[in-house]
């Protein structure tokens, strides 16, 4: 069965870079997109973007271009977000999730959920 | 992009039904018919309930369904019962191949 499996929480100071894995399992990621979206306490769901683990290719939010890198290393069926410059605003918990199937454009399996906290 | 508007809180009594509005533009729930409901429990990922409007996902119940009429979407959940109970978020395809979501309905079940 298809299972993400994230990094754990992170404490970041204002500034610094934060790097979450997802390990894929169950299924081979080039087969589909990633995408990685956020949710801030108590607040609502945020996405973020998506890459296209086969090519590479990636796409954000605009609020997060410039600020966010999506990589994936297929040896280890891994996808990675890094988001640099963090502030305040960024403490959140971060999800990576795929597709029901392909064609689709809804997120049928999340990863547990990695919580970054920012914080002098 | 902004985000769709839903109610911020919607409730109902074991056995009634309960519909949650989502309301966004022509550049998104009007214009694609790739919109998807969520459901969340305290401290849980989120899990699809709806997706492409009115599908069902495997293993959800039949009680949830969903429309779409114009810009704006439309969950209902009928034959409420107590672990329909939690947070709720529409999203949309919005172009570019970009999403956007609503600000989310607490539901209560009393």
């Known amino acids: 069965q298809v299972q993400l499996a994230q990094s754990g929480a992170e404490v970041k100071e204002p500034g610094a870079s934060v790097k979450v894995s997802c390990k894929a399992s169950g299924y081979t990621i080039t087969n589909n997109y990633m995408h990685w979206l956020r949710q801030a306490p108590g607040e609502g769901l945020e996405w973020m973007g998506w890459?296209?683990?086969?090519?590479?290719?990636?796409n954000f939010a605009q609020k997060f271009q410039g600020r966010v890198t999506l990589t994936r290393d297929t040896s280890t069926n891994t996808a990675y977000m890094e988001l640099r410059r963090l502030s305040s605003d960024d403490t959140a918990v971060y999800y990576c999730?795929?597709?029901?199937?392909?064609?689709?454009?809804?997120?049928?399996?999340w990863g547990q959920g990695t919580l970054v906290t920012v914080s002098s | 992009q902004s985000a769709l508007t839903q109610p911020p809180s919607a409730s109902g009594s074991p056995g009634q039904s309960v519909t949650i509005s989502c309301t966004g533009t022509?550049?998104?729930?009007?214009?694609?018919?790739?919109v998807s409901w969520y459901q969340q429990h305290p401290g849980k990922a989120p899990k699809v309930m709806i997706y492409e409007v009115s599908k069902r996902p495997s293993g959800v119940p039949d009680r949830f369904s969903g429309s779409k009429s114009g810009n704006t979407a439309s969950l209902t959940v009928s034959g409420l019962q107590a672990e329909d109970e939690g947070d709720y978020y529409c999203s949309s395809h919005a172009g570019s191949e970009s999403y956007v979501f609503g600000t989310g309905t607490k539901l209560t079940v009393l």
């Open positions: 890459i296209d683990p086969n090519s590479g290719r990636t």
């Open positions: 022509s550049s998104d729930v009007g214009g694609y018919n790739y």
């Open positions: 999730a795929r597709v029901i199937h392909s064609g689709t454009y809804s997120w049928g399996y």
